[in-house]
Every structure is written in C-alpha cells, then in structure tokens.
C-alpha cells in the first residue's frame, strides 16, 4: 500500500513538474495587449512630457481598464468598459476615504472585496474580474489620508481610464466592421452557496492580509492583499496552489531582472518606454505562464513605485 502511495506522489510531482514548464495554449488576439500597453503608456507619457509623472503613474493605474475589453458586439463592449471605468474609479475613492485609520481600513477593504466578488459574479464579467477592482482600492486606502488632494486623485485615475476607453472604443468600432462575431460565451453564475463563501474568504483573507501589513509596519502593505488575491483567482485549491508557486519562483526570477535594468540607469522616458514594453510582454504572458508573467511583472511595478521618487534606490 505505501509503495502504491510513494508511486501516486512520484507521479503527482513529475506531473507538477511538467505543469510548471508547460507552455499554455491562449486564443487571445495580440490586440489586446498592444492596447493595455497604450492604455498604460499614454498616460505616463502625457505626465512624463507634462513635468508631471506622479500624475502619469497614478493616471495609467486607471489605463488598466482596457483589460476588460470583451468580445461580442459594439454596444457590449462600450456598456462593459465605462462601467468597469465607473468600478475603478469608485474603487480608488473608497479606498481613499476610508484610509484615514488602519484599524478601519482592513475590515472595509475585506467587506468590499466580499462585495466586489459578489458583483462581479453576478454580471458574469470575464477574467480579470473582481481583481483590479480589489486592487485599486488596496492601493488607496494604504495611502498618507489627505482630505483636500482626493478629488485630484479620483479624477487622475478617471482620467487615466478615458485614455484607455478612447483607444478601446476606436479598435471596437474597426473589429466588430471587420470580423464576423462570434457567440459571445459568459462565465456561468455560481451556486449562491458556493458564490457566498468564496465570497467570504476572498474578503476575509483580503482583510486580513492588510491587516497583517499594518501590524508589522511594512512600507507598502498593500501588496499582501494583491497577492493574496493574485493567487485566490484559481480555478480550485489545485489551481491556487499552482499560482502560488508560480508567483513566489516568478517574483524571485523577477528580482533578477529588476537589478539588471537597474544596472542600466534608464533616464526618466527610458523608464517610461520600459514600463509599456513590460506591460505589452506581460499580457502576451499572462494566459499562458502566469510564472514567466510575473518575471515581467515585478521590475514594471518597481518602477511605477520608483519613478514618482526619482529611482534613488540602490540596486544591489
């Protein structure tokens, strides 16, 4: 019997092995991440050309948007994006009013995450669903509370999303002329038990995790929450675990990377071109190898958190 259970381990792990180094198949359309690296870029190159890149980082956060461009018709495809536009602005705003006190903070942020779950799974809206709207209000709510400068932030971050709705509806219109539409394929609705519950842990362990980040004063806590969530997007407990691995190997090969474009010293636009090639290099990716995605993934968001502050960091 333990030798039948050592062979079954055996097998498992060359499976997971296998797994790991599996390139997947993807139908996305190469469309679409040259429209988030617009999305992303136009905005931090406006505040590069502009003497304000603090602005540009922020207003390409918004720019994010462009990934819930779905298939389908003209008229599906606008009513999605300027609704999402709505969900990430609303979500920015939350998370900067509410962060005014930590103790707060983390119980709101996991009450929101519980309800964004909720929403998102009941308008069936396709991946990357709930998370960059748990994402953008993580970030906020981690920010310095600074009543006057809220509506600057708010409309940054609106303004970031018009930059990425312009473009989307431009490519819709030339798509939907071009090609003959497919049947548009939602994501089924979940059983209201399960959808309760998945619910619950989403919001409890976003909470939690902020919580956490707050307790031992660490100086961007929000990416507890974010990765949390990055590796909760599983399909099942498999899946998780997958992600998880994928993200601790992926962010550890990233590290690397990050020091050698470090070593680099890029000038400001250097920095900013740097960043849209990331982001093009991490959506060509991220359907496929969420491992290799991350690699991509971890110098981008060095940067964006760097460039505001003059990229004054040692890189060894």
Known sequence: MKGKEAGETKF???????????????E??????????IGVGSPLLTGYFLGRLDFGILSCIGGLVILYLPSGGLEKRITTLMACAFGFVFSYAIGLVFSFNHWLAAPVLGLYAFVVNMATNY??????G???FIMLASMAICMPFDLAHIPTKVGLVAFGTFFAL??????????TKIKKLEPTVMPDRKAPHVLLTESAVIGLFAGLSLLTGFIFKLHNPYWLPI???????????????????HRISGTFAGMGLAWLLLQLKLPPLGICIAIIVLQFIIEMLITRHYALAVIFITPMTLFLAELGSGMMIDPN
């Open 12 to 26: 498992s792990l060359k499976q997971e092995v296998q797994e790991f180094f599996r390139l997947g198949k993807t």
């Open 227 to 245: 990765s949390a969530l990055a590796i909760m997007q599983g399909l099942n407990v498999l899946h998780v675990g997958r992600r998880s691995f």
């Open 130 to 132: 709930n998370f960059f």
């Open 28 to 37: 996305r359309l190469w469309h679409i991440p040259v429209l988030a690296a």
């Open 166 to 175: 312009l473009p989307a509806i431009l490519y819709s219109i030339y798509i």
């Open 123 to 128: 308008f069936r809206l396709a991946p990357p």
